[in-house]
């Protein structure tokens, strides 16, 4: 009972009894129990008032409406916990600089960019049921502005244990999961060339324990780098990722941040293939002629290692990408591979989250002498091409090895200063050798020159 109702009850029993005191002398003992009756009874009446009033209060206290703006963004929502309503905004913008060194002969253009501009919104609709989705607007070649949508989705969710989730999502690749407000280096590794970008279709996720995660789903199946928003025939992927933290629940902090995962897809294709991959400047360096078309099984596997202890992280990945293909009646059987490991340490005394977040416990202040969060960054990958997808006569090749490279091997360093929670600048240097693709003959190659880019950032999230 509130405050206000136990006043008004003592107010009320106050003037009964003074009322009674006062009466005593005047009235007979039957007159004087009579106005007792009444008095008890007009005390339990404003008792009841005072109790329906708190009763109102407290489910106006459920579903009254608060909106929030802080440093994860802005939200409005009910603070109902049996029913909650709520919708929360979100936004990445990166500027990027690109600049390229002794390009001498593929004559790269310096340029500045808008590498991303996405907003996010996430809702809740009930106890059951949530929603994603997140948009990006980017420019043509023509110079005009474009929106594409990128992972959205609706998702039922009965349980702590089990999520039913359908739309457009991410399957495959440990850094490509990762959002893309969190990565160590401006662009992603070479392993990411061979996971779908996104597939569109159902899945069923959940949890065993704390240490285990399973995600299982069917998609229409899309070609690696590309998404496929309808599916061009009646061949699905199915897809399977699982996700093992085995010292989560332990004592040992230098291991509680260890995730081993394993994702697989594995479906048919008679039609698309990738459009081509790209190498960390984001050049494309491989792409199969045009007349090459799928023609039968595809199958992904991705093994990775990811480990995060303080202000230190490793990520440790390996993808292959199998695809039956042909051209000019030829069929091969392809199967390209990459991997990547990419570390990182916090020169302050701040800590890494898995996925990459990082929250500087002294944001910057000049007058207080705070700067924020400082990180270097390092990694090394390759790309390997399957030698079959050079074979052949020149209407039979899938590719020319002339004018695509066979495989690119790359070394990255970086360096990563968080601002505050939302904002971040990055820096870092590529270099990648490749093999093939710069000419000769397609007896005897000659290899593409090297890349060597520097990528600066400015990011801003929430």
Same mark, same amino acid.
């Given at each position: 009972?509130? +405050? &206000?109702?136990? *006043?008004?009850?003592?107010i009320a029993a106050g003037i009964a009894t003074t009322t009674v005191a006062s009466a005593a002398d005047e009235t007979s003992g039957a007159e004087l129990l009579k106005r007792i009756q009444e008095l008890d009874q007009q005390v339990k009446i404003l008792s009841r008032k005072a109790e329906i009033a708190d009763e109102a209060a407290a489910e106006k206290a459920k579903i009254a409406v608060s909106a929030k703006a802080d440093a994860s963004g802005f939200s409005i929502g009910n603070s109902d916990k049996n029913n909650p309503y709520s919708a929360k905004l979100g936004l990445l913008v990166q500027a990027d600089g690109r600049f390229w060194i002794n390009d001498t002969a593929n004559q790269q253009s310096n340029t500045f960019l808008l590498r991303r501009a996405q907003p996010t919104i996430d809702v809740q609709l009930g106890k059951f049921l949530r929603a994603r989705v997140q948009g990006s607007f980017n420019a043509t070649t023509a110079g005009s502005p474009a929106f594409e949508l990128l992972e959205s989705w609706a998702e039922f969710k009965p349980s702590e244990k089990l999520a039913i989730t359908g739309g457009r999502f991410k399957v495959l690749g440990q850094e490509y999961i990762q959002g893309s407000g969190n990565l160590a280096f401006p662009e992603r590794g070479l392993p990411t060339n061979l996971t779908p970008s996104y597939e569109v279709g159902f899945n069923a996720s959940g949890?065993?324990?704390e240490t285990f995660q399973w995600l299982v789903g069917v998609g229409n199946g899309s070609p690696d780098? *590309?998404?496929?928003? %309808? !599916?061009?025939?009646d061949d699905k992927d199915g897809f399977l990722r699982v /996700?093992? %933290?085995?010292?989560?629940? /332990?004592?040992? !902090?230098? $291991?509680? /941040?260890?995730?081993?995962? +394993?994702a697989t897809t594995h479906g048919y294709e008679a039609n698309g293939l990738t459009a081509g991959?790209? =190498?960390? /400047?984001? #050049?494309?360096? +491989?792409?199969? !002629?045009? *007349?090459?078309?799928?023609?039968?099984?595809?199958?992904?596997?991705?093994? %990775? $290692?990811?480990?995060t202890t303080g202000g230190a992280s490793v990520l440790a990945e390996y993808t292959v990408s199998q695809q039956d293909a042909q051209r000019g009646g030829q069929e091969q059987s392809l199967s390209h591979s990459a991997w990547q490991v990419v570390g990182t340490w916090l020169l302050t005394e701040d800590a890494k989250s898995p996925g990459g977040a990082v929250v500087p416990k002294r944001t910057f202040d000049p007058e207080t002498g705070a700067w924020g969060a400082f990180e270097v960054v390092g990694r090394v990958g390759e790309l390997r091409i399957d030698d079959a997808a050079f074979d052949g006569t020149t209407t039979q090749r899938l590719a020319n090895p002339t004018t695509q490279i066979a495989k690119a091997q790359s070394v990255g360093l970086g360096v990563n200063w968080y601002v505050n929670r939302n904002l971040k600048w990055q820096l870092a240097g590529d270099y990648t050798r490749f093999d093939g693709g710069g000419g000769g003959t397609v007896a005897s190659p000659s290899d593409r020159e =090297?890349? &060597? #880019? @520097? @990528?600066?950032? $400015?990011? %801003?999230s929430f």
């Amino acid at each position: 009972m509130s +405050f &206000r109702s136990r *006043t008004l009850l003592a107010i009320a029993a106050g003037i009964a009894t003074t009322t009674v005191a006062s009466a005593a002398d005047e009235t007979s003992g039957a007159e004087l129990l009579k106005r007792i009756q009444e008095l008890d009874q007009q005390v339990k009446i404003l008792s009841r008032k005072a109790e329906i009033a708190d009763e109102a209060a407290a489910e106006k206290a459920k579903i009254a409406v608060s909106a929030k703006a802080d440093a994860s963004g802005f939200s409005i929502g009910n603070s109902d916990k049996n029913n909650p309503y709520s919708a929360k905004l979100g936004l990445l913008v990166q500027a990027d600089g690109r600049f390229w060194i002794n390009d001498t002969a593929n004559q790269q253009s310096n340029t500045f960019l808008l590498r991303r501009a996405q907003p996010t919104i996430d809702v809740q609709l009930g106890k059951f049921l949530r929603a994603r989705v997140q948009g990006s607007f980017n420019a043509t070649t023509a110079g005009s502005p474009a929106f594409e949508l990128l992972e959205s989705w609706a998702e039922f969710k009965p349980s702590e244990k089990l999520a039913i989730t359908g739309g457009r999502f991410k399957v495959l690749g440990q850094e490509y999961i990762q959002g893309s407000g969190n990565l160590a280096f401006p662009e992603r590794g070479l392993p990411t060339n061979l996971t779908p970008s996104y597939e569109v279709g159902f899945n069923a996720s959940g949890k065993l324990g704390e240490t285990f995660q399973w995600l299982v789903g069917v998609g229409n199946g899309s070609p690696d780098l *590309t998404t496929r928003t %309808a !599916d061009n025939d009646d061949d699905k992927d199915g897809f399977l990722r699982v /996700g093992w %933290a085995p010292f989560k629940a /332990g004592t040992n !902090d230098l $291991l509680k /941040g260890l995730n081993l995962s +394993f994702a697989t897809t594995h479906g048919y294709e008679a039609n698309g293939l990738t459009a081509g991959y790209r =190498s960390p /400047g984001q #050049v494309t360096v +491989f792409a199969y !002629d045009a *007349t090459a078309a799928a023609s039968g099984t595809r199958a992904r596997y991705a093994p %990775a $290692l990811e480990w995060t202890t303080g202000g230190a992280s490793v990520l440790a990945e390996y993808t292959v990408s199998q695809q039956d293909a042909q051209r000019g009646g030829q069929e091969q059987s392809l199967s390209h591979s990459a991997w990547q490991v990419v570390g990182t340490w916090l020169l302050t005394e701040d800590a890494k989250s898995p996925g990459g977040a990082v929250v500087p416990k002294r944001t910057f202040d000049p007058e207080t002498g705070a700067w924020g969060a400082f990180e270097v960054v390092g990694r090394v990958g390759e790309l390997r091409i399957d030698d079959a997808a050079f074979d052949g006569t020149t209407t039979q090749r899938l590719a020319n090895p002339t004018t695509q490279i066979a495989k690119a091997q790359s070394v990255g360093l970086g360096v990563n200063w968080y601002v505050n929670r939302n904002l971040k600048w990055q820096l870092a240097g590529d270099y990648t050798r490749f093999d093939g693709g710069g000419g000769g003959t397609v007896a005897s190659p000659s290899d593409r020159e =090297s890349e &060597r #880019v @520097i @990528i600066g950032r $400015l990011q %801003a999230s929430f």
